[in-house]
């Protein structure tokens, strides 16, 4: 019940592409849902994060999608950049601590 | 205060040995966290502090771990008698209440 799934594990994308990464819960408790971005040798950096009174978010070329009823949220990486290239993580925390997904290391190619 | 310091960044250390890391907060913080992170893989929570009082442990945080937050400022993790498992990065998180958890650069901890 504490798990975060999260897919795929890698994912490539041609520059100006859209990069989609899925993340799957099972605890109804969770109340926040926000995405992570790091880069090797980093700390992980809030990228963006959504409640779920909310459907979507955007800000920039971040998208999240949230999807109550499924229990399933989703990031979109509109016109992807090589400087995108790093591990995505999703995450959900149901008051203070955060669980994460298992990550997904997206490489956007020139 | 360009946000959260963990020191040191890299650490090898032979088996059997006691380690030690600190992490300095985001100043105005009050919530601190230690996640563990091995490669591949998401972080894992290990422990939360809400100031100086240890509000959460994580049955990952075997008796060998503990952590302390003095006077809610800055924070140890110790680790005693190193096994080759606990190879893995150690990070700090700090918040506060309206504002998200901010993540340090980690320290690289190698058990040879």
């Known amino acids: 019940q504490q798990q975060v799934k999260q897919s795929p594990q890698s994912l490539i994308v041609q520059k100006g592409g859209i990069s989609i990464i899925n993340c799957a819960y099972e605890?109804?408790?969770?109340?926040?849902f926000p995405w992570y971005q790091q880069f090797p040798g980093k700390g992980p950096a809030l990228l963006i994060a959504?409640?779920?009174?909310?459907s979507e978010k955007k800000e920039g070329r971040f998208t999240i999608s949230f999807n109550k009823s499924a229990k399933q949220f989703s990031l979109h990486i509109m016109d992807s950049q090589p400087g995108d290239s790093a591990t995505y993580f999703c995450a959900a925390s149901p008051s203070y601590k955060l669980i994460f997904g298992s990550g997904t290391r997206l490489l956007v190619r020139p | 205060d360009t946000g959260v310091s963990q020191d040191p960044r890299h650490k090898i250390t032979k088996r059997g040995q006691n380690v030690t890391f600190r992490c300095d907060p985001i100043?105005?913080?009050?919530?601190l966290y230690w996640y563990r992170q091995t490669l591949g893989q998401g972080p894992e929570f290990l422990t939360y502090?809400?100031?100086?009082?240890?509000?959460?442990k994580s049955r990952l945080l075997s008796d060998r771990f503990s952590a302390e937050r003095p006077k809610g400022s800055f924070s140890t993790l110790e680790i005693q008698r190193t096994e080759q498992g606990d190879s893995a990065m150690y990070l700090c998180?700090?918040?506060?209440?309206?504002?998200?958890?901010?993540f340090g650069q980690g320290t690289r901890l190698t058990v040879v």
């Open positions: 100043s105005e913080h009050n919530r």
């Open positions: 959504i409640r779920p009174d909310v």
């Open positions: 998180a700090s918040g506060s209440l309206n504002t998200e958890a901010f």
């Open positions: 605890n109804t408790a969770f109340d926040y």
């Open positions: 502090f809400q100031n100086e009082a240890q509000l959460e």
